[in-house]
């Protein structure tokens, strides 16, 4: 991002970030509960709301914080939460439930070792697959990842504009060393981001269906309060938003809820790349580990290894295509994350058995570091 007159850099943590990233993409209402290592979030944002017009609440549990959040969504406000791998189990059931009722919020999972409550302060990256199979039922899911404070900051509110457009959740899965760690942030001028704000309906509240089909598969929830009037539930419902047990339309609805980001999964991926024009050997990392991986690539390349990087900011639409893409190129990729495996399974099942598949995998509760992916890259080659 070029600095501009207008922008101003701070010194924060990714955590410091978040908070300030979730303000900045219009956020108003923060739910949550204390849980390490995201509560910096949340003391952040208790310090700023009251001084901008947002409203904080603690409530008695995560269960309680993500239905807070749901509640707030619907009455217009752009509404967040943030967690860890304990809590965001905890908060599972109510997920499902705004992915079914299409409620737009931000879910910030700072993650740390598990399983239960496993390593509160230490850094980890398995709650991946949970935040794609968390709840039960089939529906679309997108989470996004960041590996620095300063694109916390701006996946953040790409995130809010993510869930906007789209009516769903969205979580963004960041991990402890990227939430502590302090390091310049360039803060833009705010009036200058690009914020999405939900579609409004144009028709009046008598003729207004909440869950009408469209095109584009994205329903117009109004806003509470607003004179009109509609039913939110659990349960599968047709355009009402009253519960059927009718099977067309049960059908029609689920597959609505996949479709909706399904089809426009090529405008939500995106990933960045290193040195992968010409590379023989592919990194597939994300959040902290892909720091990490880009130094090994660094230094890889001057010892003559042709090492590329692929770091997707967006886990879940996974990028499929791009990988095998990137698999009829090299010989071999591997995966480093600081889990048994949970995004190798992905890359192995996308490559199509076009290029093998090796794992560098951490789960003591240190971090992955550059020496290490050198060192088993050259295992490999």
Known sequence: ????????????????????????????????????????????????????????IQMEDEIGAMGSVIGAALTGMKAMTATSGPGFSLKQENIGYASMAEVPCVIIDVQRGGPSTGMPTLPAQMDVQQARWGTHGDRGVIALTASSAQETFEQTIHAFNLAERYMTPVVLLIDEITGHTTEKVTLPDYDSIERVDRKRPTEPPETYLPYKYTDDCIPTLAPFGTGYRYNVTGLCHNETGFPTNDPKEIERLILRLTEKIVKNRHEIINCKRTMLDDAEIAIFAYGSVARSARQAVLQLREEGI????????????????????????????????????????????????????????????????????????????
């Open 1 to 56: 991002m070029p600095v501009k007159i207008s922008d101003k850099i701070r010194m924060m943590t990714g955590n410091e970030a978040c908070a300030e990233g979730a303000i900045a993409a219009g956020c108003l209402f923060f739910g949550g509960y204390p849980i390490t290592p995201s509560s910096e979030i949340a003391e952040y944002l208790s310090r700023r709301f009251p001084i901008i017009g947002g409203k904080f």
């Open 306 to 381: 042709k090492a590329g990087l692929l770091e997707p900011t967006v886990l879940w639409p996974f990028p499929s295509e791009i990988v095998l893409k990137i698999a009829e190129q090299v010989d071999s990729f591997l995966v480093a994350e600081m889990n048994l495996g949970q995004m190798a399974r992905e890359v192995e099942l996308a490559s199509k058995c076009k290029a093998s598949i090796h794992r560098l995998n951490r789960v003591d509760g240190s971090p992955i570091s550059p020496p290490q992916i050198v060192g088993k890259i050259k295992e490999v080659v």
